[in-house]
C-alpha cells in the first residue's frame, strides 16, 4: 500500500518566521495530496490541497509545492502566528478501482514561539 | 455545512469485550474512513469503504471488523477489544477526491 513519510516531528520557530514540513510518498499512482491542520482536542480540518496535475498552490500564508517526479510534497507556511501552532498532517490519496484511499504522514507539531 | 458525528466521545471496555463505534455523516460521501491516532504515529488507516457493504483493509486491520450497511452509517468492530487498542479512533468521509471530514473522535479505553 501507500506509505507517507513527514519530517520534521516537532518544528519550533519565532512569530515571523517561515515553516517548512515535508512529505514523501511511495506510490506514485496516488493523485491528491491534502494537509491537515489538528489543534489541541479537536478534529483534523483541511487547510489546503494539491492535485497531480498541479505543482504549485497558495492561500494566503500557506502554500504547497508538489514534485511528482521525487514523489514529495512541502507545506510553507510564511509570517507565522501563535494560531498556527498545531499538529500538521500531509496525505496521499488514490483510487484503487472504485475505492478512494487516504494515507496519512505521522505529523509535525508546529510550535510557534511570541 | 458537513458533519460527521460519532456515537461516543469516551468509552471505557474491559479486555475481551466486543466493542462497537458508530459513525453517522450527513452530506451523502460515497467514502468513509476509520483510522486511529496515537502520539508520534500520525493517523493509520484501519478500514475505509467506498459504498454500502463494501469495504476494503487499510494498513492496520488486525483486530477490526467494519460494517455498512447503509450509506451514512460506518460501524468499526472490535472482537475482543484488547489493552493494545487503547486509542483515539478518527472516522472521516468525503466525496471522490475530496476533501476528508473528520468526526470529533473516539477515545477508547481498554482495561
Known amino acids: 500500500g501507500e506509505n507517507v513519510e513527514q519530517h520534521p516531528s516537532t518544528l519550533s520557530v519565532q512569530e515571523g518566521d517561515s515553516a517548512v514540513i515535508k512529505c514523501t510518498y511511495s506510490?506514485?499512482?496516488?493523485?491528491?495530496f491534502p494537509w491537515y491542520k489538528q489543534e489541541l482536542g479537536k478534529r483534523p480540518q483541511l487547510i489546503i490541497d494539491?492535485?497531480?496535475?498541479?505543482g504549485e498552490k497558495k492561500d494566503q500564508r500557506i502554500a504547497v509545492t508538489l514534485n511528482k517526479t521525487a514523489k514529495h510534497f512541502s507545506l510553507h507556511i510564511t509570517e507565522t502566528q501563535p494560531e498556527d501552532s498545531a499538529v500538521y498532517f500531509c496525505?496521499?490519496?488514490?483510487?484503487?478501482?472504485?475505492?478512494?484511499?487516504?494515507?496519512f504522514g505521522s505529523g509535525t507539531q508546529l510550535t510557534v514561539l511570541p | 455545512d458537513v458533519k460527521v458525528t460519532q456515537s461516543s466521545r469516551y468509552l471505557v471496555k474491559r479486555t475481551g469485550e466486543k466493542v462497537f463505534l458508530e459513525c453517522v455523516q450527513d452530506?451523502?460521501?460515497?467514502?468513509m474512513f476509520w483510522y486511529r491516532q496515537d502520539p508520534g504515529l500520525g493517523l493509520r488507516l484501519i478500514y475505509f469503504?467506498?459504498?454500502?457493504?463494501?469495504?476494503e483493509k487499510g494498513d492496520i486491520p488486525e483486530g477490526y471488523s467494519v460494517s455498512r450497511e447503509k450509506k451514512e452509517r460506518f460501524s468499526l468492530i472490535l472482537e475482543s477489544a484488547s489493552t493494545n487498542q487503547t486509542s483515539m479512533y478518527l472516522c472521516?468521509?468525503?466525496?471522490?477526491?475530496?476533501?476528508?471530514?473528520f468526526g470529533q473522535g473516539t477515545r477508547l479505553t481498554v482495561v
Open positions: 469503504s467506498y459504498d454500502v457493504k463494501m469495504k
Open positions: 506510490d506514485s499512482a496516488s493523485n491528491y
Open positions: 494539491i492535485r497531480s496535475n498541479v
Open positions: 472521516a468521509s468525503s466525496l471522490y477526491i475530496t476533501e476528508a471530514f
Open positions: 452530506m451523502d460521501h460515497e467514502n
Open positions: 496525505a496521499a490519496s488514490k483510487s484503487s478501482g472504485s475505492a478512494r484511499q487516504l494515507t
